[in-house]
C-alpha cells in the first residue's frame, strides 16, 4: 500500500509551465536582481534626491551595454536638509553615496550619474575645481575630489532606479547632526541684527528674494551670479553671506556703522556677513549721510599710540582670550 501515492505521480510539461520556467529565467537575468561585484567591469554610481529622502544605486555595465545593480541604498533627509535647495540636495545624494560606497569606489574609475543638470558644471569639470560661491558646494566640492569618476546626465524618465528610492527612503537610525557648513552658516545668521525667523518670514515676501527662493527650492537651471545661491533654514545664503531683505537693510546699515566706521571698514565687514545687490553704494551712502561723521570729519581726536612694554621675564604679563560658542563650548586659549 502506497501511503504517498501523490509522489509518483507523473510530471507533466505543458505550455503554462515552460511560460513560467521561461519567465523566471528572465527576472533571473534582468536588471531587477542583484549582481557581485566584479573589479574587471565598468562601474557606475546613480544618485536622486527628492523632497523627503535620497537614494542611489551602484551598478555593473555588462559588455552588451545592460545595467545590473550591485548594491541599493536610501536614506530620509533630517529636518534641516529638507530646507535644503534642490541642488543642494541632489549635491548631498551624490555625497552620501560616494560615501556609503567607498569601499567599491576608492582608488579605480566610475561613472557618477545625476538627473540634475548644473552639477555637471560643478562637479564634473575637467578643468580643476570651479571657484563657487556656495560654501556648502565648494565643501561637497572638495570631498569629491578624492574621487576618479566621469560624470554624466541623464534624464529623469530614465533615472527611475535612484528616483524611486529617494521617494520612498528607508527611515534613518542616525541622530540628527548639522554638518559644519551649516554651523559656520546658522551663527552667520545669528550675528546679525536680525532673527533667522524674521528674515525667513521676510525673504519669501521680498520683490527681489522672493522668486529666488522659490527657484533654488524648485531646483532650476540657474545660470551665472544666481547660481552661486543656495538655502540655509529658509535664509538665502550668497556664499558665506545671509541675502537680506529690503526691510532690515536699513537696520543691517546701522549696524554696520556702529562706532562710526569709515566706507572701507564697513565694506570688508559686510563682504563676510551680509550681501545684496548694489550694498557698496548703500554703504557709501549711509557713511557719507552720518551727519556725526561729517561734523567731525576734518577734526579727527589725536590720541598718542600706546604699545605693550616688553615683559623683562616669562610669566610677567599674560594674555586670554577665547573663541567660540563652538558646539555649546566656549574654549580659552
Not at 11 to 21: G, H
Request: aromatic share 10%; glycine share 4%.
Amino acid at each position: 500500500m502506497l501511503l504517498y501515492p501523490e509522489m509518483f505521480m507523473k510530471f507533466l510539461r505543458s505550455k503554462d509551465c515552460q511560460v513560467a520556467f521561461e519567465q523566471i529565467k528572465k527576472e533571473i537575468c534582468s536588471p531587477k536582481i542583484l549582481v557581485h561585484y566584479d573589479p574587471s567591469l565598468p562601474l557606475t554610481l546613480a544618485s536622486d534626491a527628492s523632497p523627503v529622502g535620497i537614494g542611489c544605486v551602484l551598478s555593473h555595465v555588462y559588455p552588451d551595454g545592460s545595467e545590473r545593480p550591485i548594491a541599493f541604498a536610501s536614506r530620509t533627509l533630517s529636518g534641516s536638509e529638507k530646507k535644503y535647495s534642490q541642488i543642494d540636495k541632489e549635491a548631498l545624494s551624490i555625497v552620501w553615496a560616494v560615501r556609503k560606497f567607498y569601499l567599491y569606489l576608492k582608488g579605480r574609475r566610475f561613472t557618477l550619474i545625476t538627473d540634475h543638470k548644473p552639477l555637471i558644471a560643478i562637479f564634473g569639470s575637467k578643468r580643476g575645481l570651479p571657484v563657487l560661491a556656495a560654501t556648502r558646494l565648494l565643501h561637497y566640492a572638495l570631498i569629491l575630489q578624492s574621487f576618479e569618476f566621469d560624470m554624466i546626465f541623464r534624464k529623469t524618465i530614465d533615472h527611475g532606479n535612484a528616483d524611486f528610492l529617494s521617494r520612498l527612503p528607508k527611515t534613518s537610525e542616525e541622530l540628527e547632526v548639522k554638518d559644519d557648513i551649516t554651523i559656520f552658516q546658522m551663527s552667520q545668521i545669528e550675528a546679525l541684527p536680525v532673527t533667522s525667523k524674521e528674515l525667513r518670514q521676510e525673504t519669501s515676501k521680498d520683490i527681489e528674494l522672493g522668486p529666488l527662493l522659490r527657484a533654488l527650492r524648485d531646483g532650476k537651471d540657474l545660470q551665472g551670479r544666481e547660481a552661486q545661491y543656495t538655502i540655509e533654514d529658509g535664509c538665502i545664503m550668497y556664499g558665506q553671506r545671509v541675502c537680506i531683505p529690503r526691510k532690515f537693510r536699513k537696520n543691517v546699515l546701522e549696524e554696520l556703522h556702529a562706532g562710526h566706521l569709515g566706507i572701507v571698514k564697513m565694506k570688508a565687514i559686510a563682504r563676510s556677513f551680509v550681501y545684496w545687490k548694489n550694498i557698496d553704494n548703500d554703504i557709501e551712502e549711509a557713511a557719507k549721510n552720518c551727519v556725526d561723521c561729517a561734523r567731525y570729519k576734518a577734526d579727527p581726536p589725536k590720541s598718542k599710540v600706546h604699545y605693550w612694554e616688553y615683559p623683562s621675564k616669562p610669566w610677567e604679563r599674560i594674555h586670554v582670550d577665547f573663541a567660540g560658542p563652538i558646539f555649546e563650548h566656549t574654549f580659552f586659549f
